[in-house]
C-alpha cells in the first residue's frame, strides 16, 4: 500500500503503542535510506564445494549469498536476469527489536561496483514474531523503493525479471504468479558514473543495509532460485554452470550454505 503523509503518519502512531519497534523500519523506509549493497567479499575466506552437479568456487561475503555469474560470455555482456522462488517464514533470532533479510535477482554489483539493477522481496520479523514483507527495486547508488499494491505472504511464488534495455535504463518486473498480480518500472541510471557494465548476472539472499548499517539478519529458512537464467547482448541465454557460489560470514560466523542444484536452480539456506 502506498502510504500518504497523513496514513503514514496514523499507522506509525499506531505501531508505536504496540510492543514491537516496527515502526522505526516503516520511518527507515519512508525516508529512503533502505538500500543494497555491491558485494563485500572476504577473499581470503574462498574455498570449494563440491555436490553431485560438480565442484564450484565459493567465496564468503558479509552481505551476500547466493550464485553469481562473475562475467559474460567473451565479447558480449548480460542485459537481462530472471528467476523465481517461494517466499518463506522468516524467523527471530537475535535479541534484537527486529531481523531482516531480502531475496533479489540484479545485474552488476560483484566484480562491477559502479550500479547494481535489481528488484526483490524483504522479509522482516520481529521479536514477538510478526512477519510482514516489502516488494521492492533499486539502481545502485540510489536507494530502494517500494512497490505500491503489491501484496506477498508466506508460500506465494515470486517471478523476478529485470531487463536492461541500454546501459542507462532498464525495466524491473515482479509477478506474483500465486495471485497472479503483477508489477514493473523502468528506471533509469541516477548518474552518468552509474550506468550498468553488464558484467555480472545474480541470485541473492542479502543481509541488507538501513541507515548505512547492516540490519539484524533473520533465519530465513530456505530460498530456492529456479528458472535461474542471464540473457545475453548477443542473444544468447546462460545458466548457472561456472557461477561463483557466495556464503554470508560475519564475525567469523558463517550463516548461509549455498549449493548449485543445476544449471537453473540454487539453494540458499539458513545454517
Known sequence: MKLTVLSLLTLITAIDAAPSRLADRVRARASGTRGSQPLVK??????????AN??????????????????????????????????????????????????????????????????????????????SYDSWYEWYPDYAYDFSGFSVKAGDVIQIDIVATTTS???VTLTNESTGKSVSKTLSAPSSSAKLGGQNAEWIVEDFEEDGSLVAL????????????????????????????????????????????SSSQVTVKYV
Open 42 to 51: 572476504l577473499a581470503e575466506s574462498a574455498h570449494s564445494k563440491e555436490n
Open 54 to 131: 560438480g565442484t564450484y568456487h565459493v567465496d564468503y561475503s558479509s552481505n551476500w549469498s547466493g550464485a553469481v555469474l562473475e562475467s559474460p560470455p567473451s565479447g558480449t555482456t548480460f542485459t537481462s536476469a530472471s528467476g523465481r522462488f517461494t517466499v518463506p517464514t522468516p524467523k527471530h533470532v537475535g535479541s534484537g527489536s527486529t531481523e531482516s533479510s531480502s531475496a533479489w535477482v540484479g545485474i552488476d554489483g560483484d566484480t562491477y561496483g559502479n550500479a547494481i539493477l535489481q528488484a526483490g522481496i524483504d522479509f522482516t520479523v520481529t521479536s514477538s514474531g510478526a512477519v
Open 169 to 171: 535504463k532498464g525495466t
Open 218 to 261: 533473520s533465519n530465513f529458512g530456505t530460498v530456492v532460485f529456479t528458472g535461474a537464467k542471464a540473457g545475453t547482448a548477443s542473444g544468447t541465454s546462460v545458466g548457472l554452470t561456472g557461477a561463483t557460489v557466495i556464503d554470508i560470514k560475519q564475525n567469523n560466523v558463517v550463516y548461509t550454505d549455498v549449493t548449485i542444484d
